[in-house]
């Protein structure tokens, strides 16, 4: 069994929230995970259908480290603990999954872990600094890695390579089980620990699912966002093409939900072929009108305490041409809903682990009968089908996962928004923000009875929605 160290004293390096989590009720530490790692390697055909066989190939020691945010009263904590694999796209740890859905983990009462799991989270690298994801006319900001950013603290962490990322990520979610008092919880103990993963953390996802859930304990549930069509293979990450025909084994007792944007089914991430149909086990929800990461990914969720006025959100969330730095061909994707989503989405399927009852079910993005590699597009511009918000339906932009084909290349990664002129919103709101208003808020209304929009955000979201009305 692994062994555990901590709470190691002072912060964790962890860029994740610019607020302050104790004055929410949460405790904030880090613990040192260390053991004796299997890799693997295929024990027959890793075909499209996901039914991959994996067998071990060698054994390796290592030390990681694990970021625990959990309630500090006992009373407050739902019992549901959300072990998140950490992306390392740029160089260092980012919690995808946590900036996208710490709002709902927060006040609902989950402990979350942020799992350094891949061996460029400690030593350094990433996808962005070689091959052809660098664009060398304009660099992208590449973060420091724990032993760059902290020498002395993390001088203790030894990563043998991401053929050993998969069973790390095994004996994290261990260690998230031990019993309160023996674990990495303080005084509290999991009912049930869910995996999530974003983007390239959600490529390695989909290969655990398929290859290593079958061999190992495994988890209660999986939240995989903004996978590609082709995953991780069992030796890690490799830098090639991203489109793939891969689907999720759904023949494991633990239920899945697969988010995808417009950006990961017809954009950069090239995850169309690998559609499959739902069933007992697996929920696909492919979200209109979303790109990969937005303003709310790249400013807006880093001070969202739900504190904020929602004037201040706007703001945050306004459309930027430039947010690494670098003017864009359009602004990127202004539109919160991947945001509110991935909340109903983690709800659902806590439910789905914790009652047993299945997220609904939602249509996929329609293609485009001309050109089946891209949306069906409505009279406006916005894709149609997919699960539908206000954000799409009563619009003042056309806000997409695509649209940034001639801007540097990470641009891709952040669709576009193009807003409304006066005429076309005049057209469509006579009385200017009152008919908007009320047509937003009823939208928004069905969603929630949906099941694509938590009650919970309702009143924030009609907000919003009125001081982010243009004029």
């Not at 480290?65 to 740029?90: C, H, I, K, Q």
């Not at 872990?113 to 992208?140: C, F, K, M, N, Y």
């Not at 511009?381 to 918000?389: F, K, Y």
Request: with cysteine; hydrophobic share 45%; proline share 7%.
């Amino acid at each position: 069994m692994s062994s555990l160290s901590g709470p190691i004293e002072g912060d964790p390096k962890l860029i994740s929230t610019f607020f302050d989590l104790g004055a929410l009720g949460y405790v904030a530490e880090e613990y040192f995970l260390s053991g004796d790692a299997r890799s693997y390697e295929t024990a027959g055909e890793t075909g499209d259908d996901g039914r991959w066989q994996a067998r071990e190939s060698g054994r390796a020691p290592f030390t990681t480290r694990m970021v625990v945010y959990r309630p500090a009263d006992p009373a407050a904590f739902n019992g549901s603990v959300v072990l998140e694999w950490l992306n390392v796209t740029a160089g260092a740890d980012a919690p995808a999954g946590w900036l996208t859905t710490h709002r709902h983990l927060l006040r609902a009462g989950f402990a979350w872990i942020g799992v350094s799991v891949q061996r460029v989270s400690v030593e350094g690298g990433g996808i962005l600094t070689t091959g052809s994801a660098r664009d060398d006319a304009h660099p992208p900001i590449v973060l420091p890695a724990l032993k760059q950013s902290d020498a002395g603290r993390y001088a203790a962490l030894a990563h043998p390579g991401d053929a050993f990322a998969l069973d790390i990520f095994t004996q994290a979610g261990a260690a998230a089980r031990r019993p309160g008092g023996s674990g990495v919880l303080g005084p509290l103990t999991a009912s049930r620990v869910l995996a999530m993963g974003q983007s390239q953390s959600a490529a390695y996802l989909v290969t655990y699912v398929n290859a290593i859930a079958p061999i190992a304990d495994g988890f209660d549930g999986y939240l995989i966002h903004g996978r590609p069509g082709r995953p991780a293979h069992l030796a890690g990450w490799r830098h090639e093409a991203l489109a793939g025909g891969v689907r999720v084994r759904t023949d494991g007792a633990a239920p899945i939900l697969v988010l995808q944007s417009e950006t990961d089914v017809f954009g950069v991430l090239a995850s169309l072929g690998s559609r499959q149909p739902d069933d007992d086990r697996l929920r696909l929800w492919e979200v209109a009108g979303a790109a990969h990461a937005d303003t709310y990914t790249m400013a807006g969720a880093f001070s969202d305490s739900g504190g904020l006025s929602a004037g201040e959100l706007a703001t945050l969330l306004a459309p930027k041409t430039a947010p690494l730095g670098v003017a864009y061909e359009a602004p990127i994707n202004s539109g919160p809903q991947q945001h509110y989503v991935a909340q109903a989405a983690l709800a659902a399927l806590d439910r789905w682990a914790r009652e047993g009852a299945p997220p609904p079910v939602a249509d996929r993005l329609f293609r485009d009968p001309d050109d089946p590699s891209a949306p069906r597009l409505d009279r406006h511009g916005i894709a149609t089908g997919g699960v539908r918000t206000p954000w799409v339906d009563v619009p003042v932009a056309v806000l997409s996962g695509l649209g940034q084909e001639r801007s540097p290349r990470p641009a891709m990664l952040f669709g576009s928004t193009h807003p409304f002129d006066a005429a076309t919103l005049a057209a469509l709101y006579p009385s200017g923000p009152a008919d908007y208003c009320a047509a937003f808020q009823a939208s928004a209304e069905r969603t929630v009875a949906a099941g694509f929009l938590l009650a919970e955000d309702l009143e924030e979201i009609v907000a919003l929605a009125a001081a982010s009305f243009p004029g």
